[in-house]
């Protein structure tokens, strides 16, 4: 059974940080593409950032309105993957969603970040 759970989430103040975490089980955490994608009210659900496979160089790709502020990491020995978020904003509040793809595509439950001072 493919499990991706996430957690780090919560209430920060406009420029502050949090780092989000996906732990993964299930599935062979090293081919996996890895992503985290988040969902506003009223809005369609977007990609953030992505990381590739290690196998294929563990490429990095950011939403042009988080380039510069967050970080997607993965740890393959620890199944888990990151997203760094710093200089929060509040248009960065949604809930955030991790992802895996080979194909096929798995999601997380979601974590809920909130950016208000």
């Known amino acids: 059974q493919v499990q991706l759970v996430e957690s780090g989430g919560g209430l920060v103040q406009p420029g502050g940080s949090l780092r989000l975490s996906c732990a993964v089980s299930?599935?062979?955490?090293?081919?996996?593409?890895m992503s985290w994608y988040r969902q506003a009210p009223g809005k369609q659900r977007e990609v953030v950032a992505q990381i590739g496979n290690t196998n294929k160089g563990g490429e990095t790709v950011y939403a042009d309105s988080v380039k510069g502020r967050f970080t997607i990491s993965r740890d393959d020995a620890k199944m888990t993957h990151y997203l760094q978020m710093n200089n929060l904003k509040p248009e960065d509040t949604a809930v955030y969603y991790c992802s895996a793809i080979n194909p096929p595509r798995y999601w997380g439950q979601g974590t809920q970040v909130t950016v208000s001072s």
């Open positions: 299930g599935l062979t955490f090293r081919i996996y593409t």
